[in-house]
Nanobody
Framework: QLQLVESGGGLVQPGGSLRLSCAAS????????MGWYRQAPGKQRALVAR???????NYADSVKGRFTISRDNAKNTVYLQMNSLKPEYTAVYYC????????????????WGRGTQVTVSS
């Protein structure tokens, strides 16, 4: 069974740091783009950062210079290092990955993790 499992969320004070991890497991052949999205109460889910299989990255304007996305292909894992956190970053953070599985004719399908809560508060 394919799954993305996030970890590393929690409560942190403003200005603090957290590192999120997301590991893909199950039966798949390849991973293309991986990314992180977040959803705050009453708001839509929005892109935070993503990284391609070639390590190209892009970030939401609100986190540029504060967050860094990276991946370890040997571990099928994507990371999000979050520094200088602000209260407005409080949200559930979701991992996303494009995975190639058997019988899909070379098409990558989109998968989501269940999310991890990040709360920035004093």
């Amino acid at each position: 069974q394919l799954q993305l499992v996030e970890s590393g969320g929690g409560l942190v004070q403003p200005g603090g740091s957290l590192r999120l991890s997301c590991a893909a497991s199950g039966s798949f052949f390849s991973i293309s783009t991986m990314g992180w999205y977040r959803q705050a109460p009453g708001k839509q889910r929005a892109l935070v950062a993503r990284i391609t299989s070639g390590d190209s990255t892009n970030y939401a304007d609100s986190v540029k210079g504060r967050f860094t996305i990276s991946r370890d292909n040997a571990k099928n894992t994507v990371y999000l290092q979050m520094n200088s956190l602000k209260p407005e970053y409080t949200a559930v953070y979701y991992c996303n990955a494009e995975l190639l599985t058997l019988g899909r004719g070379g098409l990558f399908d989109n998968y989501w993790g269940r999310g991890t809560q990040v709360t920035v508060s004093s």
